[in-house]
């Protein structure tokens, strides 16, 4: 009932993602290691106790079940913006003081 892990999970459901881990998973009872998804089942969530040697989280297993591969081929375009490509688009905005070129540090 902490305010704002009620905030967090309400965030996650109002953008239809679900958080599926409801127990401490880290040393001090805190919850911080998640198994968070979106149109996925996650289901047989255990949560193995801590092995302190080894880390100060827990060990969590999970199986998510109904995973389709989305086979729609998509068509990704992208443009790199070069030195002459800059000069040519800044000339055309002569009155604009912000536009710098050159390197970024």
Do not use: W, Y
Request: net charge negative; glycine share 4%; charged share 15%.
């Amino acid at each position: 009932n902490d305010p704002l892990t009620v905030s967090f999970l309400s965030l996650l459901e109002s953008v239809g993602f679900t958080q599926h881990v409801s127990g401490p998973t880290r040393c001090h009872n805190h919850s911080l290691d998640l198994d968070i998804t979106h149109r996925i089942e996650s289901h047989n969530l255990i949560i193995s106790p801590q092995n302190q040697t080894l880390s100060e989280h827990c060990l969590i297993t999970f199986e998510l079940l109904g995973v389709a591969m989305d086979t729609q081929e998509r068509n990704i375009k992208s443009r790199c913006l070069n030195p002459t490509a800059i000069h040519k688009f800044t000339t055309l905005l002569p009155n604009v003081s912000f536009i710098k070129t050159g390197s970024v540090d």
